[in-house]
């Protein structure tokens, strides 16, 4: 019994460790999506994030004295800068200058991924080493640190406590902005940005706050989800967020833009990008030959498809995008 | 007219944005080329901050790396057609405002079909009828890859962005795996060269000169776009769907037709992106055999504003940049990683995408709104 118990444990944290990032990216997209921008930069955006915080931490850890307490702060300080400035370089684009949001987007996209590798590459010249990429073990140690009584309470404890606080605290992210989207007069005059942006500014909300606001807080939350990825991984390597930014993407769809069903979806595709390394652990009597990972891989990818067609053929109000995602608003437009 | 005291006090905005009704051509190039050169002032001051290299050296290595001698300036001009084709390709779609950003996995099929091809048939077959099954497995490849979320659009308007997007990495675990399947030493992951020795199937030289043919033929495709977009019906079709679905349901438009038919010719085009990219460049197949051009087309497409022939010059613009900045990493004098292309690659499109504002709006400020007024 404990046997199967601890099979069900392992391949759970196993999966809410990989959905991690994908949740950060995803919460922050449907922030931002809400607002009526597709913000295809996501990947860029978490890729400036995770490099921030591990340019930082690489530092950090090679002065002299060290502070546990800083060690935590100042990568994430650096993290949400460093994709602030992401947000705000879309937003001035797209809000302000009106520029198409696909193709800023994807420009931004180019742009973030070859900063990150640009850094990554350049640190691991400056450090001398012959790795292929950048390592923050210690600052990634620290991170690790779990709750003390985690391993007291039995499979509960391992199950419900033994992850890092990061993981923590992106489910109380996606909570709250689950929470602020649909039961506060904001998350209405949010929607109503994305919905319909000529009538909310007759309504007399700021769509030009609103969207930028809601554009920088979400790509902060993405880049979190870029440092998370580096934290779990203890390092930097090139060209490795991007496929989990676009994963972030798509669990926006998945989960019909509502945050808190993004929870339960970064699981599940956590689950789905693993699946194929899960099956020898779990030990089922089923032999896959070596590279099929490639075909398990796609399956996270066919199952967003699935759901876009179904959201699309119901038809369900509630679960349609916001109506004007992608268009830029011009107040003097008939 | 009086005014009240109180509306006197309302903080008027220091400028107010209005739509330019049209602006002269020469104009709205002056500004493109003024934000390009803002641009790379930028990038070198970023160089010079970041990294504490010479920008000037910076941008002569670029300039020689781009066209430094005739294999580079070849390799340049290349690059720009494969460019321009998968840019050719993406277009009709846009302009049908169908966001088509599955180019990557069109393409990735198509090269897989072509390396199909070539494993399969080659010995088998004629040359001439290997060609054309390259060519035909290609096209259907790419067509079949961009109907999937072509029909589902037209029949019940899925969000075609993200499904295309989806597709793409399907399209490239596919690749992988076939990469996997079909190379040599089990396990590597690589296919090799195919055909190295016979050089079958592959694109024949022309006067000796091997990048020719690949140019030519997309020389030929621009202009039939070209024509295709601007004279034929179903070129305005295509702008009338993409202008307004109701009016073009009004005509007398089969729009869902229209939709089908044009997502075909662009996904097949990308299929044929395909076909080159194996046959014409690389004569294998890898996962990176796209190289990241089916996203940087869309830039191309749309900063040209879908005109097949300024195409020609924005790609060759961003593969410029790029084919520069990829040498400046491997300039002795200059210590700069080779990810450095794509940041300056990505400020300079930043820029120009930034710069079409000022084509299209205004910017009117308080002060000289009274001279006009006064002046009326």
Excluded at chain 1, 98 to 126: D, E, P, Y
Excluded at chain 1, 191 to 199: D, I, K, L, Q
Excluded at chain 2, 260 to 272: E, F, P
């Amino acid at each position: 019994m404990s046997f199967i118990l601890d099979k069900i444990i392992y391949v759970l944290a196993n999966a809410i460790n990989n959905g991690m990032p994908i949740l950060f990216g995803s919460t922050g997209e449907i922030i931002t999506e809400k607002a009526g921008h597709l913000n295809l930069g996501i990947p860029g955006v978490m890729a400036v994030g995770g490099i921030s915080g591990v340019v930082t931490a690489f530092f950090y850890q090679q002065s002299a004295s060290k502070n546990t307490f800083l060690m935590i702060l100042l990568p994430l300080l650096a993290t949400l800068l460093g994709s602030l400035v992401m947000g705000l370089i879309y937003c001035f684009l797209t809000v302000t200058l009106r520029a198409n949001q696909n193709v800023t987007g994807l420009a931004l996209t180019t742009f973030g991924i070859g900063i990150g590798n640009f850094f990554g590459a350049s640190i691991i010249k400056l450090s001398h080493s012959e790795l292929t990429s950048v390592r923050i073990d210690e600052t990634s140690k620290v991170f690790k640190a779990t709750l003390p009584f985690a391993s007291k309470l039995g499979f509960i404890g391992e199950l419900l406590f033994s992850y890092r606080f990061l993981v923590y605290a992106g489910i109380i992210i996606a909570l709250v902005c689950a929470y602020v989207l649909k039961r506060t007069r904001v998350g209405l005059h949010l929607r109503a940005v994305g919905e319909n942006p000529a009538t909310a500014d007759a309504a007399g909300i700021n769509v030009n706050k609103y969207k930028y606001v809601s554009t920088c807080v979400g790509s902060m939350i993405a880049g979190l989800g870029g440092f998370y990825y580096c934290i779990d991984k203890n390092g930097w390597s090139n060209d490795n967020i991007g496929p989990f930014g676009w994963l972030a993407i798509a669990l926006v769809i998945f989960a019909i833009w509502r945050p808190n069903l993004a929870i339960f979806g970064s699981i599940l595709f956590g689950l789905l990008l693993n699946l194929y390394d899960l099956i020898p652990a779990l030990e089922l009597n089923i032999k896959f030959p070596h590279g099929y990972d490639k075909l398990f891989k796609m399956v996270p990818y066919i199952v967003t498809i699935v759901v876009l067609i179904i959201t699309s053929a119901r038809k369900k109000r509630e679960n349609q995008p916001p109506a004007s995602l992608g268009l830029s608003y011009f107040r003097e437009d008939r | 007219m009086v005014k009240s005291p109180t509306e006197k006090k309302v903080r008027e905005p220091l400028f107010h944005i209005v739509k330019r009704d049209a602006i002269p051509w020469w104009k709205a190039w002056l500004i493109r080329i003024a934000a390009v050169l803002i641009a790379l002032v930028v990038v070198a001051v970023i160089t010079l901050v970041m990294t504490g290299q010479d920008p000037i050296e910076m941008y002569k290595a670029m300039f020689d790396g781009a066209v430094g001698n005739s294999t580079r300036t070849w390799n340049l001009l290349q690059d720009t057609a494969l460019l321009l084709i998968v840019g050719l390709a993406v277009t009709p779609a846009f302009k049908m405002r169908f966001w088509n950003i599955g180019a990557q996995g069109q393409i990735l099929v198509g090269c897989l079909a072509t390396t199909f091809c070539m494993r399969t048939f080659t010995g088998k077959v004629p040359t001439a009828v290997l060609f054309i099954l390259m060519i035909a497995f290609a096209l259907i490849a790419g067509a079949v890859w961009a109907l999937i979320p072509g029909i589902f659009k037209a029949y019940l308007n899925t969000n075609e962005t993200l499904f295309t997007l989806m597709m793409n990495y399907i399209a490239l675990n596919l690749v992988a795996f076939f990469c996997f399947r079909w190379s040599k030493n089990s396990g590597n992951d690589v296919i090799g060269i195919i055909n190295r020795s016979s050089k079958t199937g592959w694109m024949p030289d022309i006067a000796g000169n091997k990048f020719l043919l690949n140019i030519i033929i997309v020389a030929v495709i621009t202009v039939a776009a070209f024509v295709y977009l601007k004279y034929s019906k179903h070129g305005y079709e295509i702008s009338v769907v993409g202008e307004s679905e109701n009016t073009a349901r009004y005509i007398g438009i089969n729009v869902k037709h229209v939709i089908i038919r044009t997502v075909l010719i662009s996904g097949a085009l990308c299929g044929l992106a395909g076909f080159l990219l194996v046959s014409g460049v690389h004569h294998t197949l890898t996962t990176d055999v796209e190289g990241g051009r089916g996203f940087t087309a869309i830039i191309v497409s749309w900063m040209a504003h879908f005109n097949p022939f300024y195409m020609i010059l924005t790609s060759f613009l961003i593969v410029f940049l790029e084919k520069g900045a990829i040498q400046v990493a491997s300039a002795k004098n200059l210590q700069l990683d080779d990810n450095f292309s794509d940041i300056v690659v990505g400020i300079i499109i930043l820029f120009i995408i930034g710069c079409e504002f000022f084509i299209n709006y205004r910017i009117k400020f308080k002060s000289k709104d009274k001279a006009e007024e006064a002046r009326e």
